[in-house]
């Protein structure tokens, strides 16, 4: 089992960096912390039963989920950036 899940290793990493990334643009946007915690564990428990159930059918499809998978992380993560940049240059005024 361990083998059949090391191509998504990367991408579990940096999905786990980028859900923190999204828990922090949820409280910077004042969002109801009960609410998000409830969202974020639906989120989790859908990705674990998609993981569990639908491994041996994306084992295929490793390469091609990898890099859609980063290129979302790294979308999202540029987002964040971008939307932090007007705060940050209040910051320095």
Known sequence: MEQELKP?????IF???????????????HVDPLGLAI????AV???????TFGTRIAMKY??????IGGLAI????????IGA???MLAFFH
């Open 15 to 29: 999905g786990n960096i980028e859900n923190l990334i999204l828990a922090a643009q949820g409280v910077d946007a």
């Open 85 to 87: 940049i007007p705060g």
């Open 45 to 51: 428990v859908c990705w674990i039963l998609i993981g």
């Open 62 to 67: 490793a390469r091609y989920i990898n890099f």
């Open 74 to 81: 790294f979308i999202l993560g540029v987002q964040a950036m």
């Open 39 to 42: 969202l974020s564990l639906i």
């Open 8 to 12: 998504f290793l990367p991408l579990l």
